[in-house]
């Protein structure tokens, strides 16, 4: 419920932590407006737009569309099944979740 009610009360309402800077804060909130036409991005500039927002200011746009751009974290994989970046999380015990009998997608 509060995940709904910040929903409805819009962008301008969240709360960041104190670890998102102003810079990071204020590039979320533009790409995140109600409006569409408002949105970073959507405007006459386009995707510039969004490349020249001082939070990427240094990105080397042209190393990731030639993908010459080299990640800043190489993850080590032992094999397929090697889960090790990952977080461990208890198993559910729920069990799955009921069947939904009300019939709303009778028709669907």
Known sequence: MKTYNSILKGIDAVEFPRNITR???????????DNPAERLGYQRGGIKDIQKHKWFEGF????????????????????????????EY???????????????????
């Open 90 to 108: 208890p198993p559910d015990n729920d069990g799955p979740p009921p069947d939904d009998t009300s019939g709303w997608d009778f028709d669907f």
């Open 60 to 87: 080397y746009w042209d190393g990731l569309q030639n993908r010459t751009l080299n990640p800043p974290i190489v993850p080590t994989v032992r094999s397929v099944v090697d889960c090790s970046n990952f977080d």
């Open 23 to 33: 810079t990071a804060n204020a590039l979320i909130k533009r790409l995140c407006r």
